[in-house]
């Protein structure tokens, strides 16, 4: 140690960057494990931002009616398979703020179309927090305050309409709610089953852990789509869009449920030998503490990595339902039914935004196996 004049004294050691990396490193191992993880998370920047994207989705879900300027099943007869419309603000120059052309549907008799002539003489401001269709906030309160409207005489039809004259940026909005929730009502019922099979196969072994086992490779030698389309089909068609849009989630739940209890048979396989087991059983600890509280929290990140991979599987299993007529049916709104009044391909042709659903479910798709790619890396925030 030296002196200074002032009386403080100073190390006379010299810097070694590689004691001020060990004490960084010994930082992060003594930081909470959610930390950790926030961190690594960060790094992944496509997982970050579908990670946001999703929260804002499913945040959106319960105000689907109030952003939708129209009710799902609202039809307008003058404005048959009207192409999208364009929001502008400036009109000649001015600035008027966000308004629409006002349309006219026009009959094609030679190629038996609609067409529309927009009068760009005459631009109608969109209303602001106006009275129109009515709907239920959250599917509790009813109202009829939307968040954006078209004047009288006019139409805001953002993605166009279908053949019935419904707009399909309305029905996008309102079809998410049963969409994307298809997939968390399904995950629940392949976790409940997925690891309560799976942890007794692997934690008690022997004849449960053979009868499971056999269980588990019967129905997953089954056809996956035509065992979706068997038990479909033997939905009562006199049931309600609520009763089949549970089934519809019980079954994809039902069916996706194997691949889980295997993981977790195989980790709990491997766990069930730790001495931390082995001294919490013999202190007197019950199977289901042993269980719950030492074997499950060493897999939760393998669990948290699984959802976000199975429920866009699900998701995309009810799509395929839906489109085959085979899941949801109208008055229910969801993406897989709004494809299926788009399977003309000729129909496609000559009004190809009707086949816009489509595009929601390929970017919440891929945004779960960003997210699920993202959380699986961050995971294991100790590996580089």
Not at 33 to 40: A, D, E, S, T
Not at 44 to 73: E, V
Request: charged share 20%; aromatic share 12%.
């Amino acid at each position: 140690m030296s002196k200074l004049p002032d009386g403080r004294y100073v190390d006379d050691a010299p810097y070694d960057p590689d004691e001020n990396i060990n004490r960084i490193e010994r930082a992060d191992m003594d930081a909470p494990n959610w930390l950790l993880v926030w961190r690594k998370f960060r790094q992944h920047r496509l997982g970050l931002i579908s990670g946001l994207f999703l929260l804002a989705s499913y945040l959106m879900l319960p105000f689907a009616g109030f952003i939708s300027p129209y009710t799902p099943n609202e039809r307008n007869a003058d404005h048959l398979y009207a192409p999208p419309q364009m929001v502008r603000f400036f009109h000649e120059g001015d600035f008027v703020g966000p308004f629409v052309y006002p349309r006219t549907a026009v009959p094609d008799l030679v190629n038996y179309r609609w067409t529309y002539e927009t009068d760009t003489t005459r631009p109608m401001p969109l209303r602001f927090f106006c009275e129109a269709g009515t709907y239920r906030l959250a599917g509790l309160i009813k109202s009829d305050t939307h968040l954006f409207c078209a004047s009288e005489g006019s139409t805001v039809f953002l993605f166009g309409s279908d053949r019935l004259g419904r707009d399909v940026f309305s029905r996008i909005l309102y079809g998410a709610q049963l969409s994307l929730t298809v997939g968390l009502i399904g995950i629940t019922v392949s976790f409940i089953l997925g690891i309560g099979f799976g942890s007794i196969a692997g934690y008690f072994g022997g004849k449960i852990d053979w009868v499971i086992q056999r269980t588990i490779e019967i129905l997953r030698s089954l056809p996956e789509l035509p065992l979706w389309l068997a038990l479909s089909a033997a939905v009562p068609s006199n049931w309600g869009p609520v009763a089949v849009f549970f089934i519809i989630s019980v079954i994809l739940g039902i069916l996706d449920w194997p691949g889980l209890a295997r993981a977790v048979r195989a980790k709990f396989l491997s766990l069930r030998e730790e001495e931390y087991v082995r001294a919490a059983e013999m202190m007197g600890a019950s199977s289901g503490r042993v269980i719950r509280r030492h074997l499950l929290p060493n897999f939760v990140s393998h669990l948290i990595a699984s959802a976000t991979l199975s429920i866009p599987a699900m998701i995309l299993g009810e799509t395929a339902l839906s489109f085959l007529g085979l899941g949801l049916r109208a008055p229910a709104v969801s993406w897989g039914v709004m494809l299926a009044d788009a399977q003309n391909l000729a129909s496609i042709e000559i009004y190809p935004w009707t086949a816009i659903p489509m595009l929601p479910i390929i970017v919440v798709v891929l945004a779960f196996n960003f997210l699920g790619d993202g959380l699986r890396d961050s995971l294991d925030p100790y590996e580089d």
